[in-house]
């Protein structure tokens, strides 16, 4: 069963646009969200958080928006950049357990020049 | 460079083998988490562990095993190699516990491929 979803695996955008990512999740405990990059060839990296306290963190061009009773995130890109181009993972951790972060599928984000 | 190195980087061998990956953490992490990405998969949880005790098993099989060193360094076993155990493995670490505010740092990966 998976607790983290992730329902789109790819995502076009044209350069200098919104990109945004969606993620939903089930299990009500998880109570911290992160958001990962992952490009070919290299290991996921931090992108950016959020706690369950909150419902918008911002970080530059990155956004993440948490709406706790519809149990979903959404991560937003403005502007779009090439660069951003990459699988970007949803992932979801609950201070009740051992911390460890369960990851949704990930969805590929291609910027278009 | 992330600061967690994971060796070998591709690592391709037969089926009912056994193989050993390793992970060295960033330096100050307690923390070494191990994930198996597969094809068209997320990242799968394996195990966790925390200043060389055992924290936490996800869905790892018992065919395969962990262990972390007194120098904090991990190193994942995984034995009778079948064709399905051919995926990415991460290492990643964290300083506490849990890493909550920045998450985990991840190791490149190791690909191993099962033939």
């Known amino acids: 069963d998976q607790q983290v979803k992730q329902n789109s695996p790819s995502l076009s955008v044209q350069e200098g646009r919104i990109s945004i990512l969606n993620c939903d999740y089930t299990n009500s405990m998880f109570d911290y969200f992160l958001w990962y990059k992952k490009y070919p060839a290299e290991g996921p990296t931090f992108l950016i958080s959020i706690s369950s306290i909150k419902d918008k963190n911002e970080d530059g061009r990155f956004t993440v928006f948490l709406n706790k009773s519809a149990k979903h995130l959404s991560l937003h890109i403005v502007p779009s950049q090439p660069g951003d181009s990459a699988v970007y993972f949803c992932a979801a951790s609950s201070g009740a357990g051992s911390y460890q972060l369960t990851f949704g599928k990930g969805t590929k984000l291609s910027v278009i020049p | 460079d992330s600061g967690v190195t994971q060796t070998p980087k591709h690592l391709i061998t037969a089926t009912g083998q056994r193989v050993t990956l390793r992970c060295s953490p960033r330096?100050?992490?307690?923390?070494v988490y191990w994930y198996q990405q597969s094809l068209d998969q997320g990242l799968q949880f394996l195990i966790q562990?925390?200043?060389?005790?055992?924290?936490a098993k996800g869905n790892i099989l018992e065919r395969f095993s962990a262990q972390q060193f007194p120098d904090l360094h991990s190193e994942l076993n995984l034995s009778s190699l079948e064709l399905g155990d051919s995926a990415l493995y991460f290492c990643?670490?964290?300083?506490?516990?849990?890493?909550?505010?920045?998450?985990?740092?991840f190791g490149s990966g190791t690909r191993l491929t099962v033939v």
């Open positions: 330096s100050g992490d307690l923390s």
């Open positions: 562990y925390y200043n060389g005790e055992e924290r």
């Open positions: 990643a670490s964290s300083e506490t516990q849990g890493g909550r505010s920045y998450g985990y740092t």
